[in-house]
């Protein structure tokens, strides 16, 4: 993985790079606000070994004996996974491993009711992750699968099919998991939802799904050991958490995530609940976004390009597409595309993203670029790490908490009194 800051004017960067050694610290020795959450820095190196080998063995009896595996939860319980499986799972067709489907990361009573019909002609599990055990959209979906779990296929039957991600000891779900005798898998007290896509919560729905678990821990593991240095020339986690926050003092206050590769737009998703509940708070925060190039350069790029002056742009970049395609030369060529015969068409997306870059440069928008040698489980590993460093520095700098999540809150608490739970 490499990043390049060569569009961006650093003059002036030098005043943050104490303050970003200063909270790199504060990170690395545990010392500031939501210290109790860092338990994913030595995660890679620190997993339970009994849990994992637990969650290979779960993973196979569920590739035996089910089509698809019901994931169920919301925020950090379901878009690391989803992040991953995305990436991996190839665009038409999944070439191994169990096909993962969602429920509980929303509210929709049409989006239920289709999957429960889907669900009629399969064999299936489910994996019902929640590390509070009491978030209300997975625990209503839940409700209903559990219900059917044990319609189609017994009481006992349902047992070996329904697996529980949650807190080591406390929690509703975690009640009923005891209660029922189900397998359950821990969410570790000290891994924040967001940052637990390396603990069970990630690890075995992609597991089930086909991705090399093994390799996506090596990926967290080569991150750890390149984004844990103490040094503003070494590490580009610090010195794109103080670039950041040098754009954001200078009235760029809206970050834009771009892909050119449809399979990282789930990444996207992944990287802007990290950032926004992580920063998000104490009316600070860059406003995280995403556009999927060069789908997006049809909408969005006309108010990237030409609307108001306060966003910059990170872009992530393949250097290695896995597969590839060939433009042929055509003897009519009535479609003009002649001169970009015997081009293969990542080259043709490379030249895209070359112009956008230099466009958006002219337009005022910092450029960031972000290159993973391919979409693999090692690379997206260490991509995903990098970005929790950055936002765990990033967070300090701005002098937030990056670790909690108050203002999620708020909805719940008018949603209920809406609702007429019980204590509201
Ligand atoms: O990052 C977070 O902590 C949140 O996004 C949670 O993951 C999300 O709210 C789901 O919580 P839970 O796993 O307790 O159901």
């Not at 620190?46 to 849990?51: G, K, S, V």
């Not at 590993?381 to 990056?402: A, I, K």
């Amino acid at each position: 993985m490499n990043i390049d800051f060569t569009n961006v004017d650093l003059t002036g960067l030098d005043s943050y790079k104490d303050k970003s050694l200063d909270a790199f610290k504060t990170l690395i020795e545990k010392t500031g606000e939501g210290s109790d959450f860092l338990g994913w820095i030595d995660r890679p190196v620190d997993l339970d070994m009994q849990e994992y080998e637990r969650i290979k063995k779960a993973s196979k009896k569920i590739q035996t004996n089910s089509d698809v595996l019901v994931t169920i939860g919301i925020g950090g319980s379901y878009l690391g996974t989803k992040a991953i499986d995305y990436a991996m799972a190839g665009y038409f067709r999944r070439e191994n491993g169990t096909q993962l489907v969602y429920a509980g990361h929303q509210l929709s009573g049409e989006y239920l009711y289709d999957l429960l019909d889907f669900l009629k002609e399969k064999e299936f599990s489910v994996n019902v992750i929640s590390k509070s055990g009491t978030t209300t959209e997975p625990a209503i979906a839940f409700r209903f699968l559990k219900e059917m779990a044990e319609e189609k296929y017994g009481k006992e039957e349902a047992k070996n099919r329904i697996f529980v991600t949650t807190d080591r000891q406390k929690g509703a779900l975690k009640d009923l998991a005891t209660k029922e005798g189900y397998e359950t898998f821990v969410v570790p007290d000290d891994i924040g939802g967001r940052f637990s896509v390396i603990s069970a919560v990630g690890l075995l729905p992609l597991c089930v799904a086909g991705v090399d678990i093994d390799k996506f821990v090596d990926g967290f593991k080569n991150g750890r050991k390149k984004y844990t240095i103490n040094s503003f020339e070494e590490n580009d986690a610090i010195k794109y958490a103080a670039i950041r926050n040098m754009l954001y003092e200078n009235g760029k206050d809206i970050e834009v995530l771009v892909n050119y590769e449809p399979k990282l737009k789930y990444i996207s998703e992944w990287w802007k609940q990290l950032f926004a509940e992580s920063e998000g708070k104490d009316g600070k925060g860059l406003f995280p976004v995403s556009v999927n190039n060069t789908t997006d350069l049809h909408s969005l790029g006309q108010m990237i390009q030409d609307g108001k002056r306060n966003i910059f742009e990170t872009v992530l970049k393949v250097q290695k597409p896995d597969k590839d395609i060939t433009i042929k030369e055509d003897s009519d060529n009535l479609d003009g595309l002649n001169y970009l015969a015997g081009r293969d068409l990542s080259y043709v997306n490379e030249k895209a993203m070359e112009g956008t870059i230099l466009a958006h440069i002219k337009g005022n928008v910092p450029n960031i670029l972000l290159t993973i040698d391919d979409v693999s489980e090692e690379s997206l590993g260490e991509l995903l790490y990098f970005f929790e460093v950055v936002v765990g520095v990033s967070g300090y700098m701005l002098g937030v908490n990056p670790f909690n999540q108050p203002g999620v809150e708020e909805y719940k608490t008018q949603m209920f009194k809406l609702l007429g739970k019980p204590g509201y």
